[in-house]
């Protein structure tokens, strides 16, 4: 079983109310090989919500050491450390061995995220939510290698 970013098979969950629609990852979850979730609102966020950024790298900021704020200055942390955590209870309970994520998010960035200056410039690395799956031993790819399932 995967967990698959909502936003990829077309849930309007994304920050700004829309998605990031991936026909390849709503052909899994149509076969019935997935669970959906989206970290950011499993943590209590609305959608839409003003977007966030990481001020740190993701093992600093859950152990402590910074922030995730949004673009007005608010403090999201605690809620997307709650999202992360939710995510991967689902992924335990479903004994999910491969996350799909959603390159670039502050929650589901695998290999890039937003450099905390709201600048639209990116940086190399992970997502809150990405982190916390790795560290627990579940593989995360995000939706541009989802080829390397396939091959
Ligand atoms: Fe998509 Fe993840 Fe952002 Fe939710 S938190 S909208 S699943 S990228």
Redesign the pocket.
């Known amino acids: 079983m995967y967990i698959i970013?909502?936003?990829l098979c077309g849930v309007n969950?994304?920050y700004s109310g829309k998605n990031?629609y991936n026909e390849e990852c709503l052909k899994l979850f149509k076969e019935g090989k997935s669970v959906l979730?989206?970290?950011?609102?499993l943590g209590g966020l609305t959608t839409p919500r003003n977007p966030a950024e990481l001020t740190e790298r993701a093992d600093n900021i859950i152990k402590g050491n910074g922030k995730i704020i949004t673009n007005t200055g608010e403090d999201v942390t605690k809620k997307f450390i709650l999202g992360a955590e939710e995510t991967l209870k689902i992924a335990k309970i479903i004994k999910a061995n491969t996350a799909i994520?959603?390159e670039g998010?502050p929650?589901?960035g695998r290999k890039q995220v937003y450099d905390g200056t709201f600048s639209g410039k990116k940086k190399t690395g992970q997502g809150i939510t990405t982190y916390l799956l790795e560290k627990n031993g579940i593989e995360v790819i995000s939706e541009e290698d989802i080829a390397q399932l396939f091959k």
């Open positions: 970013s909502a936003c969950c994304k990031n979730v989206c970290p950011e609102q994520l959603k998010s929650s589901c």
